[in-house]
């Protein structure tokens, strides 16, 4: 770990990927704008339920639905979204697993559980307190669930070769779309950078090799068996979309 708090991860296939751990600022944002995003969403739900229903039942229900809405919230982009809320992907941040794997059920439900303790006594005091005296910017959710905060900016080396990439690219539509974000783990996305960065300093036979070996695995993964295009363009497109989701 460097003086800048950055983490260093070696995958399997030997491709080093650079974690750069969430600020304190950068994180209490995000939250502030999540909290603020479940508290007006209850709020039109409240005055919803009002106008159709007594006032203490509406009340009552509104106040049950706050609660599972504010644990759900977290949990729900945790899992499903690569990590990433709205306020978190706002400020570019994205929850991990300590490995650079996404989080796991198991892992969000207990660092969402455990803000209750980060919480305390006053937003988030104590997880401010422990994110401050970790090395790399954990609240005790974090530590407790084997969890990391980090900045999700991506390479600028990939810049010029996105705006070179092929005119059509048939991994562009929302059902592959989908499957790559709930399917490619942050290692697999690394690898996959760093594969198409040296292709160009391979030979022949050994780029052929490798990015049909490569491609061979996300046709089966994704479901691409009968795309009509070579190993190469294959790992290219879908790489294309990991770093330029919008197309």
């Not at 504010?70 to 941040?93: A, C, D, N, V």
């Not at 803000?115 to 988030?124: E, H, K, M, S």
């Amino acid at each position: 770990m460097s003086a800048a708090a950055e983490l260093t991860i070696v995958t399997p296939e030997h491709v080093h990927i650079r974690l750069e751990p969430a600020g304190l600022g950068s994180r209490f944002l995000a939250i502030c704008i999540d909290s603020a995003i479940v508290q007006g969403v209850s709020m039109i739900i409240l005055t919803s339920l009002s106008a159709f229903l007594p006032r203490g039942i509406a009340v009552a229900i509104g106040i049950t639905l706050n609660f599972l809405l504010t644990w759900s919230w977290h949990i729900y982009f945790e899992t499903q979204m690569q990590g990433r809320t709205p306020g978190k992907r706002m400020l570019r941040l994205r929850v991990i697993d300590a490995r650079g794997l996404p989080v796991s059920l198991y892992q969000s439900l207990v660092r969402n559980i455990t803000r209750v303790l980060d919480f305390a006594p006053l937003f988030y005091g104590v997880g401010a307190i422990a994110s401050m005296i970790s090395p790399s910017r954990r609240r005790l959710g974090d530590i407790i669930a084997d969890t990391l905060v980090i900045r999700d900016t991506q390479p600028l080396a990939y810049k010029g070769q996105l705006a070179a990439e092929r005119r059509y690219n048939s991994l562009r539509t929302p059902r592959v779309q989908r499957l790559i974000r709930h399917r490619i783990s942050l290692q697999e996305r690394e690898f996959l950078l760093a594969l198409c960065l040296r292709a160009d300093s391979m030979s022949a036979a050994a780029r052929y090799d490798v990015m049909e070996e490569v491609a061979a695995k996300y046709r089966i993964e994704l479901g691409l068996e009968d795309e009509p295009i070579s190993g190469e363009n294959l790992v290219r497109d879908l790489t294309a979309v990991l770093f330029n989701p919008v197309g």
